[in-house]
């Protein structure tokens, strides 16, 4: 891929992470003690079709899909998307699978809506959904006639990790900072505000932190809700299937993070004790693992999947494996 500069992105400089992830869903090495398994020794070959802005130019993505298919790769991760797709885009997806015998799996996207995202909703490319980790489809997740598997994208832990955590007295929770709240580390009393119509008492002894369940109001009123409580922090995560597909935002002057569905309900049983949200410096060297979430969390699940069955039957084509993936999901 080519920045906005002309400078050209390597493959292994990913600073945000997304590529990273995705790798660690298909191939994280286990018995090790530290972070998640894949899905077992498969090999990657890793190309870039964006920058760090997550922008790009669409000739860079049919760069990193050539490359693919010449490095031999048999099924093909793309957790990206647009709106649009040229011919020539439609024609590199076509070759790659009806003539090289490629799997390709897109994203199907994350606007909530009943939209067509590309390449996910070209005919010879998987469509993949996200799914919540108790089987109900992500609110976030694009559906369509084009969406063929669902798989889990919510709450998903791999090999990026982040500077930002969720601390009690005896544990701490990696979390995701909400774009545009506050980097601060702020101490308090943790404070139950997951009741939708119950005012929840947010000003304890200088100010506490809410605790908020993602599913009983949309966002950016549960973020108010907890400022006008007195909150001087919050923590929010999802407790069932929502509606809401809005994509977190704050411009309040607290720290708002979103932690997983199992840490929100952890997070009951410290309930009137002190925690803290925390922000490493960037040049800390402490880290854990991320959680994300989104459809692009989905796809490395069946890539994985369908690169596992296909290493036991090889004599199969890319397209009774397509099928078999589909009548057993």
């Known amino acids: 891929a080519i920045n906005k500069n002309g400078l050209v992105m390597k493959w292994d400089n990913d600073i945000n992470g ?5 790798a660690g869903v298909i191939a994280a090495l286990g018995n090790n003690d530290v972070g998640v398994i894949g899905a077992g020794d498969i090999p990657l070959h890793i190309t870039r079709g964006l920058d760090d802005n997550s922008g790009g130019f669409e000739s860079d993505i049919i760069d990193a899909i050539d490359q693919c298919v010449n490095a031999g790769a048999k099924v093909i991760n793309v957790s990206l998307g647009s709106t649009r797709m040229s011919p020539k885009a439609y024609a590199t997806y076509a070759k790659a699978v009806n003539e090289d015998g490629v799997m390709i799996m897109a994203a199907a996207g994350n606007r909530g809506a009943l939209i067509h995202e590309y390449p996910a909703s070209h005919p010879d490319v998987i469509s993949v959904a996200a799914v919540y980790e108790w089987e109900k489809f992500w609110a976030g997740s ?43 580390e702020q101490r308090g009393v943790l404070v139950d505000c997951q009741s939708e119509n119950e005012v929840c008492d947010a000003d304890v002894r200088g100010g506490g932190i809410c605790l908020m369940a993602r599913d009983k109001m949309p966002f950016n009123q549960m973020v108010q809700k907890c400022v006008n409580a007195g909150g001087k922090g919050a923590i929010i995560f999802d407790s069932g299937p929502r509606s809401d597909t809005q994509m977190p935002w704050s411009r309040d002057n607290i720290p708002v993070v979103m932690v997983p569905t199992h840490v929100g309900l952890e997070l009951n049983s410290y ?35 369908a690169a596992l069955v296909w290493s036991h039957f090889p004599e199969c084509s890319n397209h009774e494996i397509r099928y078999a993936l589909a009548i057993s999901a």
């Open 142 to 184: 694009n559906f369509s006639d084009q969406v063929e598997i669902a798989a889990p994208g919510h709450s998903i832990l791999s090999t990026a990790t982040t500077k930002t955590a969720v601390h009690t007295f005896d544990f701490s929770w990696p979390v995701v900072q909400i774009a545009g709240s506050r980097s601060r």
């Open 18 to 22: 997304h590529g990273t992830h995705i």
């Open 271 to 305: 309930l009137d004790t002190r925690v803290s949200i925390g922000f490493h410096k960037a040049d800390s060297a402490e880290h854990t693992y991320a959680y994300y979430e989104g459809t692009s969390m989905a796809v490395p699940h069946v890539v994985a999947a």
